[in-house]
Every structure is written in structure tokens, then in C-alpha cells.
């Protein structure tokens, strides 16, 4: 979670009490895809040098028609309000609430190669047998340092299956550093 967690939760809550609630999710994957595949979107939103007139222009010629209007309105009010800064923060804290109010798990995967469909959808039956929750979204990442095999970090549990955990266990055991 981001550091500007103090700011974003009571927006983050607001927001999902506005929200359409059927596409509440998309929405906020969608800003949360804009942001992270646009420095340039970052760095507007960020700049205190722009007016937040020009903001809201921004957001609504990125947003509008492809969010809900009530998503568009309020981030017309975080401009106004002078935190649209914090919207990437205020994504991330209103995902995770939109996921537990949803019953949907994260896992945050790091595998050594990128998986298959056939092993991502036998990793999400597994996981949702081990977690008992009716949906698990996967975070996928690859980490080729893990040599082989992968990690699983769901709430606070971790499995770490990696071949790297594994000299790394062994070379406790023999007395060796690593």
C-alpha cells in the first residue's frame, strides 16, 4: 500500500459509497491502467504548475466514456479539492476495498517464467480452495533471479516454492552464507 494512505482511505470510501457498483472494479482498473502505462498522465496530474481546470480537462478527455460518469464527477472534485495528486493512491486503497467488499481475493505471484493460461487457472482453483474465497485476482510478475518454481504472497500468508528459497534453506542448514 501507498504511503499516502492517511489521504486516500477516506476518499477511497467515498468513492465506493458514489460508485456505480457494477462497474465500480473496471473503472478503477481502467484509471489504475492509465496511470501506470503514462508517466506523462503522472506527471500533469501531478504538477502543481497546471491549473486544475486544465486538470479536469485532461481527466475528462482520457475518462470520459470509458468510466462511469460518477467516476469522471468525482475525479472533477479531487481537482477542485486540490488531491487529484493522490488519485493513484486513492485507486489502489479503493481496489482493495472494492475486492473485499466483492469477496475477491489478491495473490501477488512472482514466478521465475511467465505461466500459462492451463497453470494460472489450476494456481486460481487451488488458491481459491486454500483461501475459501469465491474470486482470486492474480498479480503477475516474473523474477528470473528465482531460478525456478514461484511465490505466492495472499494476505499474510507467502508460499515460496522458488528454487532460490530452497538453496537459500540449504545453505542455512550447511552453515553458509548466501
Known amino acids: 500500500m501507498s504511503k499516502n494512505l492517511k489521504v486516500a482511505k477516506p476518499y477511497a470510501d467515498a468513492f465506493l459509497d458514489i460508485a456505480n457498483k457494477s462497474t465500480v472494479i473496471n473503472d478503477l482498473d ?10 506523462d498522465l503522472q506527471k500533469a496530474i501531478a504538477n502543481p504548475l ?5 486538470k479536469k480537462d485532461i481527466i475528462k ?13 468525482f475525479m472533477m472534485v479531487l ?7 493522490y488519485l493513484e ?9 472494492a475486492y473485499k467488499n466483492s469477496a475477491i481475493e489478491i495473490a ?8 500459462s493460461s492451463a497453470q494460472t487457472e489450476t494456481l486460481v482453483e487451488k488458491l481459491k480452495t486454500m483461501t475459501k474465497a469465491e474470486q482470486i485476482k492474480l498479480n503477475l510478475k516474473v523474477d528470473a533471479s ?3 518454481g514461484f511465490k505466492v504472497q495472499i494476505g499474510s500468508k507467502i508460499i515460496d516454492t522458488s528454487v532460490q528459497n530452497q538453496l537459500r534453506q540449504l545453505s542455512s542448514y550447511l552453515g553458509a552464507s548466501v
Do not use: W
Open 30 to 39: 481502467c484509471i489504475a491502467a492509465a496511470l501506470s502505462e503514462s508517466k
Open 146 to 148: 528465482l531460478i525456478g
Open 50 to 54: 497546471i491549473s486544475s481546470t486544465a
Open 61 to 73: 478527455s482520457i475518462f470520459a466514456g470509458n468510466v462511469d460518469a460518477n467516476t469522471v464527477k
Open 89 to 97: 493512491s486513492i485507486v489502489e486503497a479503493a481496489l482493495m476495498l
Open 108 to 115: 501477488y505471484v512472482t514466478s521465475s517464467v511467465e505461466l
Open 79 to 85: 481537482c477542485d479539492r486540490g488531491r487529484i495528486n
